[in-house]
């Protein structure tokens, strides 16, 4: 269970998760990051360090540039042990109708 709280403990960051969003579709650079989130270039460093350390995030020398991308099986093993967590019952984002139904009685 500790690996879950330090997980949601990582992403209660709101500019980690936008990091995150924006690296899905291309691997960055720090300074295109910093453009695109409107933050320094110092506090994008700050993120990638924290996001690189829990396995995430990776990095590629280019020239004299370091571009960062997502770490897609580590981001897919974070995924499942989310969705280890998650007990709400619902499935692709429909809410199983049995506990609905199940809320809706108790309710009375």
Same mark, same amino acid.
């Given at each position: 269970? #500790?690996?879950?709280?330090?997980?949601?403990? @990582?992403?209660?960051?709101?500019?980690?998760?936008?990091?995150?969003?924006?690296?899905? #579709?291309?691997?960055?650079?720090?300074?295109?990051?910093?453009?695109?989130?409107?933050?320094?270039?110092?506090?994008?460093?700050?993120? @990638?360090?924290?996001?690189?350390?829990?396995?995430?995030?990776?990095?590629?020398?280019?020239?004299?540039?370091?571009?960062?991308? @997502?770490?897609?099986?580590?981001?897919?093993?974070?995924?499942?042990?989310?969705?280890?967590?998650?007990?709400?019952?619902? @499935?692709?984002?429909?809410?199983?109708?049995?506990?609905?139904?199940?809320?809706?009685?108790?309710?009375?």
């Amino acid at each position: 269970m #500790k690996k879950a709280a330090e997980l949601f403990k @990582l992403l209660s960051a709101d500019k980690r998760i936008e990091i995150i969003e924006r690296l899905k #579709k291309e691997a960055m650079s720090v300074n295109t990051l910093a453009d695109a989130l409107g933050i320094t270039q110092s506090a994008v460093s700050q993120h @990638l360090r924290v996001l690189k350390a829990s396995g995430l995030v990776k990095d590629e020398r280019r020239g004299y540039w370091i571009y960062y991308s @997502l770490n897609r099986d580590a981001l897919e093993k974070c995924r499942q042990r989310l969705n280890r967590i998650c007990t709400c019952g619902c @499935l692709g984002g429909q809410v199983s109708t049995k506990k609905i139904h199940r809320v809706s009685s108790t309710a009375k």
